[in-house]
């Protein structure tokens, strides 16, 4: 009779190198982006003086209040990336794969490539520090990542300066945005916190969900190249303080008080619906973003 026995030292080793750790999920894939959700955001971008939500402190109230979308036409600024907070608000898909180490086969890195109007996310994984305070900031920001169980969080630091919502509202170069990736079979949810000591009060979250397609999708977008939009040579559009003609914009389209557009952040909390019950009042009729017409009778 042949005896068989097994050294349980060996039977460790042999697990710990030959399989990766069981709560880890595979992230790569091309991942479409569902655009119903958010759809201003998704779309055009948010109605002009809609600040709602946003956890503003007096300096990030100022400088959206300054803010023109003519600038947008400024020759420096056509072909202008947004910065990582984009993949949080913007239109486009993502592509995620993983760079591994040629001799072990380790992740080192998750990246989600580039849109044409902001860069690549590379995601480390190695464990190596983010650079100093003083280094230099860049659209692609510096980002790391761990796993807690079946869900990769990433922190991204050193971005320049970009917005956190497409009408003005802005974060700064000293802002952190921390994200979860969140994959619950074809579906990807993506749960974003942005801290901004110079803009905000508090942080600022939110949420979007991709779907997972078969179809080839690339990691980038066509080359930009920036025209004459006709913004004279020297101009830099904006609005002094005081002067915004848009600040009352949805207090017009829907009757939203200008206490609640103005934004802080009071306004992200349920309870501040109680301070505007008396002064809300139901618009006669939708006139703008009012969804679908209603079927014939």
């Excluded at 005896?3 to 069981?22: D, E, G, M």
């Excluded at 993502?94 to 072990?104: A, C, G, L, Q, R």
């Excluded at 006709?230 to 003609?245: D, F, I, K, R, S």
Aim: aromatic share 10%; hydrophobic share 35%; proline share 9%.
């Amino acid at each position: 009779m042949t005896k068989t026995t097994r050294n349980p030292i060996c039977l460790a080793i042999f697990f710990c190198f030959s399989f990766p750790a069981l709560a880890q999920v595979d992230l790569s894939g091309s991942w479409a982006s569902k655009n119903h959700e958010d759809g201003l955001e998704r779309g055009a971008g948010p109605n002009p003086g809609d600040f709602t939500g946003v956890p503003f402190n007096e300096s990030g109230r100022a400088k959206a209040l300054a803010y023109s979308q003519s600038e947008l036409s400024m020759p420096e600024r056509i072909c202008a990336f947004y910065s990582q907070w984009h993949m949080m608000i913007g239109t486009f898909s993502v592509k995620i794969w993983n760079e591994t180490d040629s001799v072990t086969g380790k992740t080192v890195a998750w990246v989600v490539g580039a849109w044409e109007d902001r860069a690549q996310m590379t995601i480390w994984m190695d464990g190596r520090p983010h650079p100093s305070a003083n280094a230099p900031h860049s659209q692609a920001g510096f980002t790391t990542g761990i796993w807690d169980g079946d869900v990769l969080t990433a922190t991204t630091t050193h971005m320049l300066t970009g917005y956190l919502r497409r009408n003005g509202v802005m974060t700064s170069d000293q802002a952190t945005m921390i994200t979860h990736f969140i994959r619950h079979g074809d579906m990807l949810t993506l749960a974003s916190q942005l801290d901004d000591p110079i803009y905000l009060s508090e942080p600022y979250y939110i949420t979007r969900t991709f779907v997972n397609t078969p179809a080839l999708m690339n990691s980038g977008g066509p080359p930009c190249i920036p025209g004459d939009e006709g913004v004279p040579e020297g101009t830099v559009p904006h609005y002094l303080p005081g002067q915004n003609p848009l600040i009352d914009e949805v207090m017009k389209l829907y009757h939203i008080p200008r206490e609640a557009a103005i934004g802080g952040a009071e306004t992200m909390y349920p309870a501040f619906r109680d301070k505007l019950k008396d002064k809300f009042t139901i618009p006669p009729k939708c006139t703008r973003n009012c969804g679908a017409p209603p079927p014939p009778n």
